[in-house]
């Protein structure tokens, strides 16, 4: 019989428009199926063993040009060639997966979006993967709001040099839908599933996706025409003149939704967290 090439020894290479590939993963672990997560509909997904679109290994210390989006809203995450993209950083999650390195004084990616879904609905629902890495300063997770310019319909979601978490959800010049300050502690080093969500009237958050939701109601109800001054930035807040309120510690995956999870999707996202980066 002649001998033939199982398919479980041959390998593909998946090549993404405008973007390169690289070696093939090389981190421990099992890859979960599905993969992205199954709660549907997600608009964006930053996921750090994919940084350009199929799961490779970059070299350790590897500037990022860019992050593709694996979600459905099509608009891929760019660096600012000025300062350059965070770094690459290969076995660093609890179970030895990538994550991107930053360095708190110029990195982070921007989006061609205003996430104005935010604002104008207040319905929405975000999970951050990373471990923060110092108790200095302001660490944006994702902001469309310049820090000093509070008034504004815009929002941003960051941690407080403690590690509370501080949230901001614009409504128009003069009032918000959530001004929120929590009083949790996050302590640098610690890896953690951040969860942020709004149904429209009330937000909730969370310190991983297994705990039980701190709220707060609304303020305000959004704005439906409320539209912010800026275009998201992830890991920083957008501002060209201030160092401050850029993240500092490793990144592992941004998960963005215009809706909020169901309980069971919450559970199930809760599992794939765990499985991919070991975070729970």
């Known amino acids: 019989m002649p001998w033939r090439l199982s398919s479980h020894s041959q390998v593909c290479h998946l090549a993404m428009p405008g973007f390169r590939t690289g070696r ?47 979600g459905s809203s099509g608009i891929n995450a760019t660096t600012d060639e000025t300062y350059g993209g965070p770094l690459m950083r ?21 989006l061609a979006d205003k996430l104005s879904f935010v604002n104008q609905t207040g ?38 040099p403690s590690g509370g978490l501080y949230v901001y959800v614009g409504r128009d010049n003069l009032s918000a839908c959530v001004s929120y300050n929590s009083a949790f502690t996050w302590a640098p080093g610690t890896w953690k599933a951040l969860e942020i969500a709004g ?23 959004p704005n439906a025409s409320g539209v912010a001054p800026f275009n998201a930035r992830v890991l920083a ?5 201030t160092t401050f309120g850029y993240n ?15 309980t069971g999707e919450r559970a199930t996202l809760a599992t794939y967290v765990s499985q991919v980066w070991g975070v729970t």
């Open 24 to 70: 093939p993963d090389l981190s421990s672990g099992f890859e979960p199926t599905p993969d992205p997560p199954t709660p549907s509909g997600a608009l964006y997904i930053f996921d750090a063993r994919k940084p350009y679109g199929v799961i490779q290994s970059l070299a350790d210390e590897e500037r990022l040009t860019g992050w593709t989006n694996l």
């Open 248 to 262: 500092q510690g490793d990144f592992a995956a941004l998960y963005i939704w215009d809706r909020k999870l169901t």
């Open 123 to 160: 319905i929405f629902h975000m999970v951050a993967v990373f471990r923060k890495a110092e108790a200095l300063g302001i660490h944006a997770i994702i902001s469309t709001l310049n820090f000093n310019q509070a008034a504004n319909p815009g929002f941003w979601f960051s941690l407080s």
């Open 237 to 241: 807040f957008p501002s060209a003149v």
């Open 199 to 221: 149904d429209g009237t009330t937000f909730y958050a969370s310190q991983n996706l297994t705990s039980a939701y701190t709220t707060q109601g609304f303020a305000n109800p």
């Open 90 to 110: 290969n076995f660093v999650t609890p179970n030895s997966k990538p994550a991107l390195n930053l360095n708190g004084v110029t990195n982070s990616f921007a």
